[in-house]
């Protein structure tokens, strides 16, 4: 089994990540979000252990580096332990608001992430504050724009998320100059489309993402195991269920067999188009 998946990860046809929705709580409420994720929506926590646990198994079942998504992982106290611990085991790229991170926190962060084989990678829409808050919430931009530079200068790795449904090629331009201002390569600025799944499906925008759209990336959640990380997305209070791969999660062996029969039966050469990152 651990053959299997070694080579289908070696040959593309499953992808090289897992990923864990280590939770579902964010302190902010964007209009897009495709997790209905805010302050008091259910968190539906993966325990630190048991995912450091699934960790060791993804890597003998032969994936290559980790993802932790949320929610707003941060929200999650002990979270930059658990990604050094994670980090430990496999790169790790970790998604975020960067709203968080002053005080005591920054420096847990720093403490625990500085030096490691971690990407922390934060969103930020525009290059204005306007067209970003407008989605994102009051402030964000400028909370974004402070946080970056503070947490380079920590020794932090950054990566540069953007979430758009169309942005002009003026705007893409100024954007890219500032994150190479901050010292942001372009390889680690992501541009992606808006989802129509969560809250951008409730309002109608974004773009519809069916399986064969998807990276074939196997994706933990305490609800079960889904195809990408677009899969275990919530409308109306609900994790949708179009995606589920299997409800078990633990071993690892499971769901990854399971996820290697649905990529398999693919069609060839059918490449997706759509990544989390
Ligand atoms: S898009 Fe991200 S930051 Fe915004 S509410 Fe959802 S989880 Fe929070």
């Not at 409420?29 to 699934?54: F, H, I, K, Q």
């Not at 079960?224 to 997305?233: D, I, L």
Request: charged share 25%.
């Amino acid at each position: 089994m651990s053959t299997e998946t070694r080579e289908a990860v070696e040959q593309g046809v499953l992808g090289e990540r897992v990923w864990f929705y280590a939770n579902y709580h964010c302190n902010l409420e964007c209009s897009y979000c495709l997790t209905e994720s805010g302050p008091n929506v259910a968190r539906r926590l993966l325990d630190a252990d048991w995912m450091v646990a699934r960790a060791q198994e993804a890597k003998e079942l032969g994936f290559r580096t980790l993802g932790v998504t949320g929610g707003e992982p941060f929200m999650v106290s002990s979270m930059p332990d658990t990604v050094a611990r994670l980090s430990g085991v496999l790169p790790t790229v970790v998604l975020s608001n960067a709203t968080l991170f002053t005080g005591p926190r920054l420096e847990r962060v720093t403490e625990a992430l500085a030096g490691k084989d971690v990407h922390i990678q934060i969103s930020l829409d525009a290059p204005d504050a306007q067209a970003n808050d407008s989605k994102r919430g009051d402030d964000n931009w400028q909370e974004v724009a402070d946080a970056i530079p503070r947490l380079i200068s920590r020794g932090l790795r950054i990566r540069l998320a953007t979430t758009t449904e169309a942005i002009a090629e003026g705007d893409l331009e100024r954007l890219c100059a500032l994150h190479r201002e901050w010292g942001i390569a372009d390889e680690d600025h992501v541009v992606r489309p808006v989802v129509s799944r969560g809250r951008a499906a409730l309002d109608g925008i974004g773009v519809e993402a069916g399986l064969h759209d998807l990276s074939p990336e196997l994706c933990i959640t305490a609800d079960g195991a889904f195809w990408s990380a677009f899969g275990p997305t919530v409308r109306n209070g609900r994790v949708d269920t179009d995606f589920l791969i299997t409800r078990t999660t633990a071993p690892l062996s499971v769901p990854a067999h399971a996820m290697l029969r649905v990529a398999q039966a693919r069609p060839r050469g059918n490449d997706a188009t759509l990544g989390i990152r």
